[in-house]
């Protein structure tokens, strides 16, 4: 018997990888406007989306001084400066995203947040769209199935900062295709960014490592086997990592490393990846680190003052 095999619709014969020209942004924070700065250097348009107007004057602010920082130090030139900033639009509605190729969501690490934007934002997307969440976290695969495209939608976590930062982690949900991560690994390339391809485990890769022993430090601060101090100059003395536990926790967030550890402790239901409760404690006291000028130091003063 002669059976007629016709290609299916997953055949990536059929389906080109999207060359992803206009970038779209949701949420000006320090992560999307860190990815807004990569895209714009690399000559692509971007539009960064946040419901906060304020927000977004601030990350063309914060975008400029960081470029400033490449400029004096000869990674980029004054031009190359003026003309990636001159690519970059900014929009307090989801319309604004009309042409773009690839949305990166880069909103709170919250998933009913995300959510609603999805729900929020799909109709205003062109079909071939492909959507990426920069979660530091959150199965891709249950935020997919909150979209309208779980084929075309996938996980792309940048690391702070961004401009810094070689790493692109990327996680393909159950149901992402073939040419989405094909395009998404395309465009790392043209970032300069270097990948890592994770499963979808809670964490993925670098958080599972790095969080747990973040949360460890906070665990020998609450013990008292150590100093802030101590503990982040053995960390950066002893094992020649760049930044300190605890001064590392207050640059990604205090309430980013515990919404970390919850994803973890709930996803993995192993009690080795229970939250620290002074970690707890300075999240619910408002010390979120850097951001809000108090976290393990105190940043009203130059230099921090380490608070324990
Ligand atoms: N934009 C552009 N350039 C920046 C920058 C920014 N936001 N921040 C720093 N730089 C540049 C500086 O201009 C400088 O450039 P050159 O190397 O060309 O001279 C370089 O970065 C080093 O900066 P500094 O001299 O000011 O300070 P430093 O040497 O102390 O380095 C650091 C700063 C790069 C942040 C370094 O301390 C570091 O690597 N820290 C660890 C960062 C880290 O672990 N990030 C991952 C966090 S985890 C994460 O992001 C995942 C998650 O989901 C939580």
Redesign the pocket.
């Known amino acids: 018997m002669n059976i007629d095999v016709k290609p299916g619709p997953n055949d990536t014969m059929m389906i080109e990888p999207v060359e992803v020209g206009r970038i779209g942004i949701v949420g000006a924070g320090q992560?999307g406007n860190?990815i807004a700065?990569v895209c714009a250097l690399a000559g692509l348009p971007v539009t960064i989306v946040d419901i906060k107007a304020e927000a977004l004057t601030k990350a063309m602010a914060t975008m400029a001084r960081?470029?400033d920082?490449?400029v004096?130090?000869s990674?980029i030139s004054s031009d190359d400066r003026d003309a990636a900033l001159a690519r970059v639009t900014t929009a307090i509605a989801y319309d604004a995203f009309a042409d773009a190729d690839l949305v990166i969501e880069a909103a709170t690490e919250k998933e009913d947040v995300k959510r609603g934007i999805y729900k929020t934002m799909m109709p205003y997307l062109k079909p071939s769209c492909l959507v990426a969440s920069n979660t530091?976290?959150i199965s891709i695969t249950r935020l997919g199935a909150a979209t309208d495209r779980p084929e075309k939608f996938i996980g792309m976590?940048?690391?702070?900062?961004?401009?810094?930062?070689k790493l692109v982690e990327v996680i393909r949900g159950i149901a992402t295709d073939e040419p989405t991560f094909q395009s998404v690994q395309a465009l790392a390339r043209r970032l300069g960014k270097i990948t890592a391809v994770s499963e979808d485990f809670p964490a993925f890769i670098?958080?599972r490592l790095?969080?747990p022993m973040i949360n460890e430090a906070v665990y020998a601060l609450y013990e008292g086997v150590g100093s802030v101090l101590a503990i982040d100059t053995s960390m950066r003395l002893g094992a020649n990592?760049?930044?300190g536990p605890l001064e590392?926790a207050d640059?990604?967030g205090l309430d980013?490393?515990l919404s970390?550890m919850q994803v973890l402790y709930d996803g993995l239901s192993d009690s080795k990846y229970r939250p620290c409760p002074l970690l707890v404690k300075y999240v619910e006291a408002g010390w979120l680190g850097r951001k809000t000028g108090r976290g393990f130091y105190d940043y009203s003063q130059t230099p921090p003052r380490p608070t324990r």
């Open positions: 992560m860190g700065h960081n470029m920082r490449q004096n130090r990674v530091s976290s976590h940048f690391m702070n900062p961004v401009p810094v930062m670098v958080n790095l969080v990592h760049p930044m590392l640059f990604i980013t490393c970390i």
